[in-house]
């Protein structure tokens, strides 16, 4: 049994769907966490599948967002991340959003509670041990500096890094409710939500030049030397960072005051800064998009500028990690293998996807692909017209080696469709005909046809 047991290091989202998915095709599985004999900058406990930024996994809309189309994918192909997400969704407009304890405990019980997978909690430093013939790495954007540097020593090419920021987190309670109010962006309701889902702060001209100046010019934690010159992720970037880019960079951005209106005025405001639930309970809040490397004394200041939180309590004060991933398109092949050493499989943020689903969708991609190798089969990817198959396609040779970036999973990097004899389809329709053609083919990929006795 031990000669055919699978090792998954990292106990995140991609390694606990991984483990999950290898438990489901009757794998013995050990799913390694170094946790809590070593921890991270950036976690806080020592559970399996923590949430350590946003408690977001964006737009539930399976028709019209490709994130929405991959949670539809995963939750088709027997996901245990999304179906931990779903029972522990809380309102967020159009996504789906998590109480992130909640969520973090359905995916270790589930774990926990299945003979075929066991936990060992200790760090794996260096290279896993020899006689592991069958090994997913799955440890995240904070791997270990012993792993990393064993990594770079057997693939001869140096991790690209970037920063990855957390927001803050407010208690509700101390929100003041005669300038805030409740309202979905264009009152669009989600899958737990009514269209009133997230609570908004307004601004005026005047509000919005005092408190960017405030950003700009505020305490800004220091980076060490060896991190200067690591690149920030686009889609993550610090609200100080934004700010510096132009006077309207946030209020274009995430504070873009846009199918909102202020009950107050009847009016939309110069601008807007939106909290979206971060509980079950409805008693926390995060403030969506202000990732911040501001000091903590600094945000304290800074963030009571903001209209509706002059008196607010933070539960949590926003931070910044140092995010590693590898140059996938050069290093791994398309089952995810490391070239220089096949029998390492590497899944999550750490082969450069970007966010908690894509990570949660590689790790299971590396679940099954372990599977099958262990089966002593070959198992066909899905195909390129799928959200899963479009983002293993872009990470494993789709991508520019020399270019490579982390990458939401987005429909340019779905096939286009075919013309046949007319106009192409253009927006809406384009992205809903490219979502019913996934739907059909993961249907497809997920239940092949039987061959035929002989």
Known sequence: MTAQRVHVIGGGLAGSEAAWQLARASVPVSLHEMRPHRSTEAHETDNLAELVCSNSFRSDDALNNAVGLLHEEMRRAGSLILR???????????ALAVDRHQFSAAVQSALEADPLVTIERGEIAGLPPADWDNVIVATGPLTSPALSDAIRQLTGEDSLAFFDAIAPIVHKDSIDFSIAWFQSRYDKSGPAGDGADYINCPFDKEQYETFLAAVIEGDKTEFK??????????GCLPIEVMAARGPDTLR???????GLTDPRTGKRAYAVMQLRQDNALGT????VGFQTKLKHGEQTRIFKLIPGLENAQFARLGGLHRNTFLNSPRVLDDRLRLKAMPRLRFAGQVTGVEGYVESAAIGML?????AAERAGAELVAPPPTTALGALLAHITGGADATTFQPMNVNFG???????EGKRPLRGKD???????????DIDAWLNPPRQAAE
Do not use: C, I
């Open 225 to 234: 030397e060896w991190e200067k010159d690591t690149p920030y992720f686009e």
């Open 252 to 258: 274009y951005g995430p504070m873009k005051p846009v």
């Open 413 to 419: 990097l779905f096939p286009d469709l075919p013309v």
């Open 366 to 370: 590396a679940g099954r692909f372990a």
């Open 284 to 287: 926390l809040y995060n403030m």
């Open 84 to 94: 931990a997400a779903d029972a522990s969704k809380v309102p967020a407009g159009g």
């Open 430 to 440: 384009r992205k809903q005909a490219m979502a019913r053609r996934a739907l059909s």
